[in-house]
Structure formats: structure tokens, C-alpha cells
């Protein structure tokens, strides 16, 4: 299997230089050369497979410059830190089925691939010797699931940029209380857009990323969603064995990475598998409008109970727009320079094509609440922010009679202000995330300027 950027620009790459290499070097995104496929009766086997062994299989296709024996290790290790036996078990509440991907390190569904991505890095520094420095943007969880894969690791220093006072206040201190030698995390003052335009735009200074051995933890990193297409494959696997051949599954958006994990996976089962990925969004709807109408218009970020959703350029749209365009990485490369000049794509046109791959609804703050309130008063099951938004987008969009999957992306005890607005009192702690109170924290405070945040990388990066 190889690798090519959406922009057409490079020279096919192997797996693991393809995760060392994140963003494409002709500022696109990477993707398989060709994506795999597979039958009924391999569908039937993986009815029968632990999360562990499903993994393997399903990486396996889009890897092969990594003994099995090796892969299989990485991946025992990467899932040995969850805590729950299944990795990412289903529940059933009324007749919606719930995904849970939040029984990692840091109870967000990020850990399902960055267990394993810090797990990649060390595994390819150690064979091929040299160093990393890894550079990323968070709005709250990719952060501190990053710094979780990789803290204490040798060779590998890793920065974490998060917008300053706008995620919730747990978020942060999973965040800022690692006080590891080998982590930095930069407050930026901006959104979460600012923080990853400039992560973009470092990356595409490629003296810069070369001198310092940039890598890249976010969803622009190719084995973050691969890692996210198992869960969607075990979940189907899962509800298949009980005699569900077609589900839908609805997922809270922000970035696009998770749901495009979906994507694929949609596209590596038989045809109708997955019937339809529902997008659900907070107010930063722009997804929302490109799914309805076409039209993919940026607007200001909104500050939300959902604030890991609070994102308007999502970069993974664009992995989306090369198969919108038939794979032809021209276009692609002038579509995005058009977005970046003017701030919009037009996709009106083809509204009818996006809708047979999503369906989507934009959840308002208050209709969030709701959500949590009710579906606790209804199942006592208490929902995160952010998984409230796709519940009530799966509630409101299912088909009749399909089964809706719906992604619980993190545990409610990292947004106490939500909860407790929606059943009176904040939920009760996990271990985990009690103590980080007492803890010292560490985290300076810089402007979102690209060459600000060079200096700090430069200073305190390994060379
Ligand atoms: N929602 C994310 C934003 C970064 O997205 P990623 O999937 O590209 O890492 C977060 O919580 O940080």
C-alpha cells in the first residue's frame, strides 16, 4: 500500500514514512493510493473478533511495511491502557445504541488513535535512529490524548498549542499538569483555527519542519484515521452478528477527521453497510451548510458547551473533497487556494452527491442542555456536551427502522459546567481526572503569530 497527497504532489510513500511525514510536503493531505475493500464472508469473520484482533486485521490492509508479529504488538500495547475490556464498547439506551471511545488515559475517543500513533513514532524512531518534535493544535482532547502517547518517550519532544481560556477548564489542566521535560503547551491567544493555521503553515515551511523534524498528531496525520476506522467496522461488526445488516451512525463533527474515519470505513464494507454518516454540529455549522446546501463558507468561531467542536476550517474536508473530485489532485489544489483566497466553496451544485454520503443538523446550545437532561431523566445515562449534540442529530434524522450508532467522544466529567446546567449538579470525577486540581501546572502564554511560535518551538526543541 502507498500513499499520495490530495494535491497530487509527491511521490507515493510507504506506511510508516507516511506517518512521519503527516502533512503532505505539497501542503495536501495523505491518503492510500487505492482503498481497500472487503466481502461478506470477511465481514462474517469479524463478527467473531476482539477489538485487539479486529484492529489488526483492518490495519493490516492499509499497512505492510510492518512485520505482523510487530503490529500486533503495537497494538496490544496501544489498547493495554484502556478501561474497558472491549476498548470501545456499545450500549443500548431506549433504541439508540451508543459507542463509547472514551475508556482511554484521557476519556476522550482521541486516545483510540493517539495510544497508537505515540506508540508508531517510537516504534519508527527506534529502527531508523534521529529525533521528533512533534507540533499540534487542540481544542481540548487531541491535546491531552497526545501528550498521553508520547509523554516521557525518548527522542520525541512534543508542543501543544491550545486557544487560551476556550476549552473547559479539565481539558486544560489534563493538558498543562503533565509536567514531563518533554512537553510544552502553548495557550495561544486566538480560537482554535488560529492554533492550526499556524501548526499548517509551520509544517509548510519545510526548512523549518526539516531542521527540526517536525511531526504531526492531529487528524491531518494519516494513522489517526486509520486507528478510528476499527471502531466503526467493530461496531458493525457488533450489531451485524444481532442481525443488523445496515446501521447509520452519527457523529459529533469538528474537525471532519472522526467522521471521515467513518467515511472510510463505509467504503471498506460491503455496499450498504453503513447506510449514512450523520454529521452533527454545534453553532459553527459550516459543515452543517456544506452537507445541506452545498455551500462550505467560513464564518467566526462560536464558543460552545461543545468547545472541542468549536472550528470552522476542518481539515479533513479537504481528504473528502479528493474523492468529491474524483480523485484528481488539481483540482483539489485549486479549490483549496480558492477557499484559503476567499474564504468559501461553492458546492451547490452537487448538493445531491454529498447527500447520499451525509445527512447533517447543526444543535444549538440550548437544544445541547436538553438533550443531556432528558436522555438522563429517560435512560440515566449522562452524555458529554458534545455526544448530546450527536444524539439529538441521530434523534432527529434516523431513518425509520435503521439502527443509529451514536459516538460517545468523551466522558461527561471533563465538562462539569454542562452537566451540571443540565441535571443540577456536576458528575462525579473518575480517578483520573480528581486530582488534577492539587497538581502543578506548567503552560506560558504566547500570541498566535507564526514566528512567535517558531522562537519558542526553536528554543526549546531537540536538535
Ligand atoms: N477536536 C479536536 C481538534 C483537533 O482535531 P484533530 O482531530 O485534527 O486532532 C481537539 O479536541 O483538539
Redesign the pocket.
Known sequence: MRYISTRGGIEPLAFQDAVMMGLARDGGLLLPQTLPTVGNQVVQRWQQLHYQALAREVLSLFIDDIPETDLEDLIDRSYASFAHPQVTPITQQGDLYILELFHGPTL?F?DVALQLLGNLFEYVLARRGGFMNIL????????SA?IAGVRGKANINIFIL?PHGRTSPV?ALQMTTVLDPNVFNIAVRGT?DDA?GIVKAIFNDLDFRDQYQLGA????NWA?VLAQVVYYVFAYCKLSRLGMKSVDFSVPT??F??IFAGYIARRLLPPGCIHRLILATNANDILTRFVTSGDYSCSQVQATFSP??D?QVA??FERYLYYFLNEDGAAVRRSMESFVASGRLDLTADRQRIGQDFSSRSVSEEETIATIRDFYSEHHYLLDPHTAVGVKAGLELRDPGRPVVCLATAHPAKFGEAVSLAIGNEPPLPPALAELQKRESRCVILDAQQDTIKEYVAANALH
Open positions: 476522550a482521541k499540534g493544535a487542540t481544542s481540548g482532547d487531541t491535546g497526545a491550545h481539558q482554535f492550526q498528531i492531529n487528524s491531518i489517526r469538528g474537525n477527521g472522526d472541542s467542536m472550528i481539515s479533513n
